[in-house]
């Protein structure tokens, strides 16, 4: 016992107080509509937004149910009754949704069409996302490959190459 306790404290005592604060439970973690989101959430937004829209919901409610916390302010224009043009107005200002903005605007008549321009949306966002995760995927494969370059070409030649090189010089030289 007094071997596992003795163990235990060479383990924790080299740790900083920084790692061991990362044990301890979090009190106050943001709230999700904080976090943010990632390419692959922000096309599955998108799917639910078609598909609430595909379903009949208006526009502000769809946009409610969704949950989509950069589209707020344009759902509560359009529940007040503002015109398209000024209620996706906010939305144009945010990269994020821009294009959904912009095609909102074009189909302001019908949801139906909104709904097809935003699962487009979803699945052109679904395949940026792809590529970039590949993109990401291919780095860290050559990031890999160089440090194993750098460690095991010097050892095969020293422990490959050389000797028979010494070897052949040996022979020819005697």
């Known amino acids: 016992m007094t071997f596992l306790l003795l163990a235990l404290a060479v383990l924790v005592a080299p740790m900083p107080m920084r790692a061991i604060d990362r044990l301890r439970p979090r009190a106050h973690e943001p709230p999700e509509e904080q976090k943010p989101r990632t390419e692959f959430d922000r096309a599955a937004a998108w799917d639910l ?3 609430c829209l595909t379903a009949g919901l208006p526009v502000p409610t769809a946009i409610q149910a969704v949950g989509i916390r950069e589209l707020s302010q344009v759902a509560e224009l ?10 996706w107005a906010p939305a144009l200002e945010q990269p994020a949704t821009a294009v959904l903005a912009r095609a909102a605007r074009r189909t302001a008549r019908s949801g139906a069409a909104l709904a097809r321009q935003t699962a487009e949306l979803a699945d052109r966002t ?11 995927a291919q780095r860290a494969a050559v990031a890999v490959a160089a440090p194993l370059a750098l460690c095991f070409l010097p050892a095969f030649l020293c422990l490959g190459v050389a000797p028979v090189v010494l070897g052949l010089a040996d022979q020819f030289l005697n």
């Open 49 to 51: 937004l078609a598909a």
């Open 126 to 136: 679904r395949a940026e996302a792809v590529d970039q995760a590949e993109a990401k």
């Open 78 to 87: 359009l529940r007040l009754g503002a015109d398209p043009v000024t209620a």
